[in-house]
Nanobody, 124 residues
Framework: QVRLVESGGGSVLSGGSLSLSCATSGFSFSTYCMGWFRQAPGKEREGVGFIDRDGSIKYADSVKGRFTISEDKANNTLHLHMGTLKPEDTAVYYC??????????????????WGQGTQVTVSS
């Protein structure tokens, strides 16, 4: 059974930081591409960042320089460290996995597996 379980969400003041984790099981973590997405109320789900099978990483322009993706292959876990948080970062954050290559990394429809999401709230 495939599972992706996010943790680490919460509430923080503007300028603060949070770290999210995504514990995975049931699929070959090292052979899947992993992504972080977020969805704010009334908005579409958007890509935050992505780590490819070769370890290359991409970020949305809105978080570049503030967010960092990393992975722990030994424990099949994906991480997202979020710094200098802004109120506009408030959203439910999801991790996702896909085996498909070639699709745009921020195309949510290209991902096969999803976590249940964790809420991040940034107040000013």
């Amino acid at each position: 059974q495939v599972r992706l379980v996010e943790s680490g969400g919460g509430s923080v003041l503007s300028g603060g930081s949070l770290s999210l984790s995504c514990a995975t099981s049931g699929f070959s973590f090292s052979t899947y591409c992993m992504g972080w997405f977020r969805q704010a109320p009334g908005k579409e789900r958007e890509g935050v960042g992505f780590i490819d099978r070769d370890g290359s990483i991409k970020y949305a322009d809105s978080v570049k320089g503030r967010f960092t993706i990393s992975e722990d292959k030994a424990n099949n876990t994906l991480h997202l460290h979020m710094g200098t948080l802004k109120p506009e970062d408030t959203a439910v954050y999801y991790c996702a996995a896909r085996a498909l290559d070639g699709a745009l990394w921020y195309a949510a429809g290209s991902y096969t597996y999803w976590g249940q999401g964790t809420q991040v709230t940034v107040s000013s």
